[in-house]
């Protein structure tokens, strides 16, 4: 019975809080970019998705200078297609260092999630770290959490996600990458590239899949990144 408990909650919580598996951000902003970015995360297994559990995110951004970013995203979540509007979400981004002015380049995130299918409203703050060891990137992103629901309540959250890349070449970048939130904890491969276009545009991309840790965790999570950078 308690099994059976844990999880419907867990279920719930993945519907509630979206999943722990998601883009880890560099803390660079360029000047006049603007970009059009589609998402997609989809869990299978464990305690958190037995049923599996996918979201998309389509969004829009563009940068006010060499150091502030602004995009908006709308969000479509479920168990089989996920194709309903669910929610919407808006992010600001805020590049504090030069890269390459100290051993690492700093910056930090603002965001802000409403889901229309759970009435939760979400408000995150990120910190992130990016570091250089000749062909090799290290990337951190530490979150600070407050989630308002109706079902359950006020709290706050913490997160972790961690990337190591090795720049191979430009359309391929062999990463791992690794991600800790309050009831997941996975692990695995992600490969990244990037597709210079004419005019300075360029096409980016992720992909991945993380394996969970323990049993709270879904058994697996793919996730797909596609992003347009245009000026």
Request: proline fraction near 3%; hydrophobic fraction near 35%.
């Given at each position: 019975m308690a099994c059976v408990v844990a999880q419907l909650g867990l279920t719930a919580l993945a519907q509630a809080d979206g999943l722990s598996v998601d883009k880890i951000y560099a803390p660079y902003v360029n000047s006049l970019e603007k970009e059009l970015e589609y998402r997609l995360s989809k869990a299978e297994g464990g305690l958190q998705a037995p049923d599996g559990f996918i979201i998309?995110?389509?969004g829009f951004g563009a940068a006010l200078n060499d150091?502030?970013?602004?995009?908006?995203?709308?969000?479509?979540?479920?168990?089989?297609?996920?194709d309903r509007l669910s929610g919407y979400e808006l992010e600001a981004r805020?590049?504090?260092?030069?890269?390459?002015?100290?051993?690492?380049?700093?910056?930090?995130?603002?965001?802000y999630e409403h889901?229309?299918?759970?009435?939760?409203?979400?408000?995150?703050?990120?910190i992130v770290a990016l570091k250089e060891w000749g062909a090799y990137v290290a990337t951190a992103n530490?979150?600070?959490?407050?989630?308002?629901?109706?079902?359950?309540?006020?709290?706050?959250?913490t997160a972790l996600s961690l990337q190591a890349r090795y720049?191979?070449?430009?359309?391929?970048?062999?990463?791992?990458a690794f991600y800790a939130a309050e009831d997941y904890r996975g692990i695995g491969p992600v490969l990244v590239g990037a597709i210079r276009l004419q005019a300075a545009n360029s096409l980016r991309w992720e992909m991945g899949t993380v394996f969970g840790l323990d049993e709270d965790s879904a058994d697996y999570t793919f996730r797909l990144m596609l992003e347009y950078e245009f000026y």
């Open positions: 998309q995110r389509f150091r502030i970013a602004l995009e908006a995203y709308f969000s479509a979540q479920g168990q089989d297609d996920a805020w590049q504090i260092t030069e890269q390459g002015e100290y051993a690492v380049d700093w910056g930090a995130i603002v965001e889901s229309r299918d759970s009435n939760v409203e979400e408000f995150a703050g990120k530490a979150s600070l959490i407050y989630e308002s629901s109706e079902s359950t309540g006020d709290e706050f959250e720049r191979y070449r430009p359309m391929l970048e062999p990463a791992l």
